[in-house]
């Protein structure tokens, strides 16, 4: 803007120069001007003094300082923008690439959203993919680490580490985005556990087909959270504050019983004194073959890679999780606002 101003001046200076002191047309002090500033080499419209020389080699100058101006500041900007989005994409590629045992977002809808949000409340590492330029701005200005792409191509996974991933969740749009989208992280890593949205319940059958291992309908389920609401509104309220964190005193938490670094295998739960050592309560156990013990009593085994699932405080799950893994424990995720 301040080139374009200072040649602007440049060459209303000379046009008036000419006009006014040479005495010559406007057309001519005008032509004369842009010739002298483009630096064509044309000769004079009318023969010049010494004087009028004297100002024709102030105005070359003029005219070359400003259109030097302006193209140093334009070929700045190109070169400024090129590496910073260069490093930006490599930037973002690094992160991708440090990622391991991390989620993966397919869509960043109105769904997609929502799950961003919940996951970056548990501190849980993620990415996001998303067609849509807008979409991925949007992701990209929370924070989050988003990749524009389209999902249901194999390149596209691929980028964004599905081998090293251990949770994908597929809410695009469409069914069949959804369904393509989990065949292709199967293919690419047959232990990555998929999790689909479905608009029908027709669609639910299918992508539970394709390889689903969870699909959610926001209809269906939207349905069923509504009428459970209505008919019982205090378990309801009791089970939204656990599963969100939001009334921040209790919590649940699922914890696989690794036979290589758990102590409790193969004892009871009257046995291995789980409530007594931490204070938490274990409210069911699924087995390795899918069977779910809802309600445990202290003669059920706790068997290698049970998944038991756990209600407490985030410092009973936190003692829990020290008294399942003693070797190994991990960083226990839950929500920021308990830790």
Known sequence: ????????????????????????????????????????????????????????????????????????????????????????????????????????????????????????????????????????????QMGYIAIQGDATLDETLVRVGIERAICLVAALPSDAENLYTVLSAKTLNPNVRTIARASTEEAVTKLQRGGADAVVSPYITGGKRMAAAALRPQVMDFVDGILTGSDRSFYMEEFRLDANVCPVVGQSLREARLRSQSGALVLAIRRVDGTLIGGPTGETLLLPGDAMICMGTAEQLRVLNQVLSPITSKKLRLPKHSQ
Do not use: K
């Open 1 to 140: 803007m301040v080139g374009a101003i200072a040649l602007a001046l440049v060459f209303l200076c000379g046009t008036l120069w000419y006009r006014f002191v040479e005495g010559w047309r406007w057309l001519d002090s005008a032509y004369m001007t842009v010739s002298t500033l483009a630096t064509v080499g044309f000769g004079e419209i009318n023969p010049l003094g010494d004087r009028g020389r004297l100002f024709t080699i102030v105005l070359i100058g003029m005219g070359v300082i400003s259109i030097g101006y302006i193209v140093n500041r334009f070929t700045e900007a190109l070169i400024q923008g090129y590496f910073q989005e260069g490093r930006r994409l490599q930037q973002q590629r690094r992160l991708v690439e440090s990622l391991t045992e991390h989620y993966i977002i397919c869509g960043y809808g109105r769904t997609g959203r929502q799950i961003a949000s919940e996951f970056e409340a548990e501190g849980i590492p993620f990415v996001t993919i998303d067609s849509n330029s807008q979409s991925v701005q949007a992701a990209q």
